[in-house]
Nanobody, 113 residues
Framework: QVQLVESGGGLVQPGGSLRLSCAAS????????MNWYRQTPGKDRGFVAG????????YDGNSVQGRFTISRDNTKNTVYLQMNSLKPEDTATYYC??????WGQGTQVTVSS
């Protein structure tokens, strides 16, 4: 049974940092491209960052380039999203995704003073 379990969300002040984690099980993690998406109420889920099996990365350049870093640990079947210099517009539910097929349940990130 495939499972993606996100953690690390919460409330943070503008300019602060959070690290999201996504623990995967039920599939061969090292062979999958892993992605982070985010969604706010009334809007479509949007791509944030992705990392290939070889470690190549891609980001939504319009909004997170230079502030967010995606990484993976294949020994722990976990993908991370380090988020720095957070802005109120980063407030969203963040979802982990595997190869555009499997989804986690999401973790809420709220950036507010």
């Amino acid at each position: 049974q495939v499972q993606l379990v996100e953690s690390g969300g919460g409330l943070v002040q503008p300019g602060g940092s959070l690290r999201l984690s996504c623990a995967a099980s039920g599939f061969t993690f090292s062979r999958y491209t892993m992605n982070w998406y985010r969604q706010t109420p009334g809007k479509d889920r949007g791509f944030v960052a992705g990392i290939s099996p070889s470690g190549s990365t891609a980001y939504d350049g319009n909004s997170v380039q230079g502030r967010f870093t995606i990484s993976r640990d294949n020994t722990k079947n976990t993908v991370y999203l380090q988020m720095n210099s957070l802005k109120p517009e980063d407030t969203a539910t963040y979802y982990c995704n595997a190869n555009a097929v499997y989804w986690g349940q999401g973790t809420q990130v709220t950036v507010s003073s």
